[in-house]
C-alpha cells in the first residue's frame, strides 16, 4: 500500500502546471470517463451517488470538466499494474482514515500509529510529541529508521 501511495504521489500534476487554466479546461462527454478511465464502471458509480432526480440528465450524457487528462491517464495505467488486493486495502485504509474522530479514541489511537509508520513526515512528529507531551507530561521523540 505504500509503494501505491508513493507512484500516486509521483504522478500528481505539479503545481505549476495547474496553474495553466487552458490546459486544464478539457470540456468532455460523461461517457469519455468510459474511454478515459475504463477500469470504472462510470454510470454505476455515479448512479449509487446522485439522487434519482439526475439520473435523466445523467442519462444525456452531459458536458463535464475533467482538469486532469492526463492525471487520469497515468491513474488508470497505475492502477491496471497494481494487485487488486493492494488497491482494495488502499481505498478501505483511506476511506476508515476519513473517519478520524468519529470511530472513538481506541480507533485514533491506532490511525496515529498506523500514519506514523506511513508518514515520516515532520506532521506525524509534531502530533507523537504533542500526544505524548499532554499524556505523560514530557516529550518522547520518536525515533525514525
Keep these: 500500500m505504500i509503494d501505491l501511495e508513493t507512484a500516486l504521489a509521483r504522478i500528481i500534476v505539479p503545481e505549476e502546471d495547474r496553474r495553466d487554466f487552458n490546459r486544464m479546461y478539457n470540456i468532455r462527454r460523461l461517457s469519455d470517463m468510459q474511454k478515459l ?3 470504472v464502471d462510470w454510470p454505476r458509480y455515479f448512479h449509487s451517488i446522485a439522487p434519482y432526480v ?4 445523467l442519462a444525456s450524457n452531459p458536458e463535464i470538466l475533467i482538469v486532469e487528462l492526463d492525471y487520469m491517464r497515468r ?3 497505475l492502477l491496471q499494474l ?10 478501505y485504509m483511506r476511506y476508515t482514515s476519513s473517519w478520524d474522530g468519529e470511530l472513538g479514541e481506541r480507533y485514533e489511537d ?3 500509529v498506523t500514519t506514523f509508520l506511513t508518514d515520516h513526515s515532520v506532521r506525524s512528529i509534531i502530533l507523537v510529541r504533542h500526544d505524548t507531551s499532554s499524556a505523560f507530561g514530557v516529550t518522547l521523540i520518536p525515533r525514525i529508521p
Design 37 to 39: 478511465m475504463p477500469l
Design 54 to 57: 439526475v439520473y435523466d440528465y
Design 75 to 77: 491513474v488508470t495505467q
Design 82 to 91: 497494481t494487485d487488486p488486493r493492494i488497491i482494495a486495502n488502499y481505498v
Design 110 to 112: 491506532i490511525s496515529q
